[in-house]
């Protein structure tokens, strides 16, 4: 049984047992509190290994996808990198290539493109043997108010953030099943949980993603497939010189850049690779790895007034 789940029914059981112990239901209180304490010393699940496991990063030339690459490597596993700019991916898998016994793939690829995103998958799983790992990573960002953004531009992270991913699950999927299991990391964000003003089509695309990867985790788990869904929170990663702004450019680029430079509300990329790198291993549905977003998914679910007037 997966560490998570172990934790959330322990709570939910020994929450009845007391519900139960007030309403003057010893016996099956005392059951039930019995078959919570059960579940607290259940023998621990063997930690998923990423050692020898082969790799597939989207989006793994630079920030956040870079660094889990890294982290990856360190722990033994075979990657390979997926990002649109060839000179970038290239300097990646020449900076990667210094770990100590690193096995580095990098294929140019459009992940919005599907028989480019066919090619890299066939050709990473023809050279490695076979794959254990997809990380759907790749994004965009543009910030704008509703009235500046165009529908192409919806249509553009929609491509991104919930075609490619569902493209790669497809292809990954046969892999999986014949190797008896695998793990699928979607890489989220506070945008999934909560409405970020000027964000619009960024949000609307998350928002897509993680309810496609809530579905598909409870459709793949009895075939030992895991899906995971981590909502890092704002990064230190550069992102805000490659997002898209529109309307009062100028103004969309000061505050973006600033929050995502703050210390205090920003985690840097090297950081939030090992926290998510521990969520996969520990095969956790879903999980928030920084405090603002864990206060702000909050507020917004058990005080949405109050935080849309912020």
């Known amino acids: 049984m997966r560490p998570a789940l172990r934790r959330e029914l322990s709570f939910f059981t020994g929450f009845a047992a007391l519900g139960l112990f007030a309403a003057r239901r010893k016996e099956l209180a005392y059951g039930i509190g019995l078959a919570a304490l059960a579940l607290r010393f259940l023998p621990p699940r063997e930690p998923y290994s990423f050692g020898g496991r082969a790799v597939v990063i989207t989006g793994g030339s630079r920030g956040l996808g870079f660094a889990m690459a890294t982290e990856?490597?360190?722990?033994?596993?075979?990657?390979?990198?997926?990002?649109?700019?060839?000179?970038?991916?290239?300097?990646?898998?020449?900076r990667l290539g210094k770990i100590p016994g690193a096995r580095v793939l990098s294929f140019v690829c459009d992940v919005t493109h599907p028989e480019e995103l066919r090619h890299a998958i066939e050709e990473t799983h023809r050279r490695f043997g076979r794959i254990d790992i997809l990380v759907n990573n790749a994004g965009s960002i543009a910030m704008a108010p509703f009235e500046s953004m165009e529908p192409i531009d919806f249509e553009a992270l929609m491509d991104i953030y919930l075609h490619a991913p569902v493209q790669a699950a497809r292809l990954v999927l046969p892999y999986f099943r014949r190797q008896g299991g695998g793990r699928i990391l979607n890489i989220g964000s506070m945008g999934a949980k909560i409405p970020v003003p000027h964000m619009s089509s960024y949000c609307a695309g998350k928002f897509a993603l993680d309810g496609f990867a809530g579905v598909l985790g409870i459709e793949l788990a009895r075939e030992n497939i895991l899906v995971t869904t981590v909502h890092p929170g704002l990064m230190r990663t550069g992102s805000h010189v490659q997002a898209v702004f529109k309307g009062d450019q100028e103004k969309e680029f000061a505050w973006f850049a600033s929050s995502g430079l703050m210390p205090g509300l920003s985690m840097d990329a090297s950081r939030a690779a090992r926290k998510i790198l521990e969520c996969l291993r520990r095969g956790v549905a879903e999980a928030m790895i920084s405090l603002p977003a864990k206060a702000g998914h909050f507020v917004n679910a058990f005080f949405p007034e109050t935080f849309r007037s912020v």
């Open 72 to 94: 990856f490597l360190r722990e033994g596993a075979r990657v390979s990198l997926l990002a649109r700019d060839a000179a970038e991916l290239k300097r990646a898998e020449r």
